[in-house]
DNA sequence: AAAAGCCGGCAATGGCATTCTCAAATTTTG
DNA sequence: CAAAATTTGAGAATGCCATTGCCGGCTTTT
């Protein structure tokens, strides 16, 4: 995986804590509590060095966690890219990750936390590579067909097309809607990041008078299914010489029914 | 593995379990088969009434039997019109339809297939209902308007849009993804009525000149998928407020981004 | 009415997620 | 450094369900 260290403003604000750390047992924030409504004022009183300590030791905490926390994520997508779907156990997880499974739900709430990670870990890693590959681009309408092209192939994206030693993704995109149904918030924003580069980009084309949408968020929404799920259709044809490609389902966006 | 509930006619040739107790006539057939043509020869000569009291026999326990799984079936649809979820248990479906658990592994090889059983059911219902619909409309556009509109709804249909004790479908249509996902050729098997009328329609429209689209069976599942599906989308966006309304969907399969 | 197959009740099994327990290991503190 | 506090590992225990097995009664057939 590349550095995730990718400093995108747009996706700074949104960032969801991609582990549940358990509060840290901060116990000079019971007293602080008392008197709440200065508690500023007593940050100020305190030495410098007391708060940079107990940063550094929560820092220090943090970190530790996160390596932890990495480590059953990374053996996740390992068992993923062998079994080609998110149905291994956690106790598969606990030993590839050669972890506890106390461990693993100090770490996650559950199974689903798991797979949310997952799944948020990978829209990250594909808003950054679209996001990349758009700005190479300045017409508008060519930056919303690149989108659209990138973004079909991280949804579907079989074992065989995979590049970069990039993961199989398509478990997580069928899980995905699974995901969604029982956790829509987490879902949605985990997805906003990217949902908000494509209601830009529309709204750019519609600026530049190329596309004459009335709702661009109903429209991105509809045009982000189209794209992510077409996957799905494909399951419901019969063989496998049908198969409805990035760009057909770019056509279909664009001209809907008068391609 | 043979699902005791085959009550297919294109099975009815062949050997049925129910009734016929040994396994020499097993043994004859293979030799008939060698002498092929003149099956229907061999049929001939038994006694007719032979074949009705069998066949009455078997329509006997065959109605019996339907009447019996339609009971779960029956059960099943009420459980989700409460729950609005398809997470009821084997046992809670045992005890509204009065049967035993035996019996309902007797009926179906296991929970998957009670749930595609419900999805086929809605699937035919659907289509018979839009089917109705659309035949009231000439235009070939007015004719996929309709359609879709109607398709939508029943995909869409909450609690508070029921009517005529239809059974709430969300439940069905969120489980569908899982279905299609593990099974996929049942699934397709099952919507290939709904999925040929679009077909047509499609069709009708382009002969029409109203509509040009390249592959209209791939057209055909971008745009189902698009109006089936587009209760997902909502729950991805923000706020009820936001709602992708059946006319959006439309105008979106029909214009695409120059609407 | 005996034989044969069907059926209801219900206990048993098995897979898996999630919790609980406890003692060893590690970190923090005085 | 050593006691206290906290984290962690190992794995047993629990709980939920689906699915199977078993047995004694109940029809239907012969």
Request: net charge negative.
């Given at each position: 995986m590349g550095s995730p260290e990718n400093g995108n403003d747009v996706l700074a604000k949104s960032?969801?804590?991609?582990?549940?750390?358990?509060?840290?047992?901060?116990?000079a924030s019971v007293t602080a509590l008392e008197t709440a409504d200065n508690a500023s004022d007593t940050k100020d009183l305190e030495p410098e060095w007391r708060q940079r300590a107990v940063s550094r030791s929560l820092n220090a905490a943090r970190s530790r966690a996160e390596k932890r926390a990495q480590r059953f994520i990374d053996a996740a997508f390992s068992l993923m890219d062998e079994?080609?779907?998110?149905?291994?156990t956690i106790q598969e997880v606990i030993d590839r990750s050669k972890q506890s499974l106390r461990g693993f739900y100090q770490y996650f709430d559950g199974k689903e936390e798991l797979l949310l990670a997952l799944f948020e870990e990978t829209i990250l890693e594909a808003t950054d590579d679209i996001s990349a590959l758009v700005d190479q681009q300045t017409e508008p309408m060519e930056r919303l067909h690149q989108f659209t092209v990138r973004l079909h192939e991280w949804c579907e994206a079989s074992e065989t097309k995979?590049?970069?030693?990039?993961?199989?993704?398509r478990p997580i995109s069928e899980f995905s809607v699974q995901l969604a149904i029982n956790n829509p918030e987490r879902v949605r924003l985990a997805m906003s990041p990217l949902f908000r580069m494509l209601v830009e980009l529309l709204n750019d084309a519609t600026a530049a008078k190329l596309v004459a949408v009335a709702n661009p968020r109903h429209t991105s929404m509809l045009m982000m299914q189209t794209i992510m799920y077409s996957w799905f259709g494909n399951r419901l044809m019969?063989?496998?010489?049908?198969v409805i490609t990035a760009e057909e389902a770019w056509d279909f966006c664009v001209y809907g029914l008068r391609s």
């Amino acid at each position: 995986m590349g550095s995730p260290e990718n400093g995108n403003d747009v996706l700074a604000k949104s960032t969801v804590p991609l582990v549940s750390t358990k509060p840290e047992p901060v116990a000079a924030s019971v007293t602080a509590l008392e008197t709440a409504d200065n508690a500023s004022d007593t940050k100020d009183l305190e030495p410098e060095w007391r708060q940079r300590a107990v940063s550094r030791s929560l820092n220090a905490a943090r970190s530790r966690a996160e390596k932890r926390a990495q480590r059953f994520i990374d053996a996740a997508f390992s068992l993923m890219d062998e079994k080609h779907t998110t149905e291994f156990t956690i106790q598969e997880v606990i030993d590839r990750s050669k972890q506890s499974l106390r461990g693993f739900y100090q770490y996650f709430d559950g199974k689903e936390e798991l797979l949310l990670a997952l799944f948020e870990e990978t829209i990250l890693e594909a808003t950054d590579d679209i996001s990349a590959l758009v700005d190479q681009q300045t017409e508008p309408m060519e930056r919303l067909h690149q989108f659209t092209v990138r973004l079909h192939e991280w949804c579907e994206a079989s074992e065989t097309k995979r590049k970069r030693g990039a993961h199989d993704r398509r478990p997580i995109s069928e899980f995905s809607v699974q995901l969604a149904i029982n956790n829509p918030e987490r879902v949605r924003l985990a997805m906003s990041p990217l949902f908000r580069m494509l209601v830009e980009l529309l709204n750019d084309a519609t600026a530049a008078k190329l596309v004459a949408v009335a709702n661009p968020r109903h429209t991105s929404m509809l045009m982000m299914q189209t794209i992510m799920y077409s996957w799905f259709g494909n399951r419901l044809m019969d063989g496998p010489l049908s198969v409805i490609t990035a760009e057909e389902a770019w056509d279909f966006c664009v001209y809907g029914l008068r391609s």
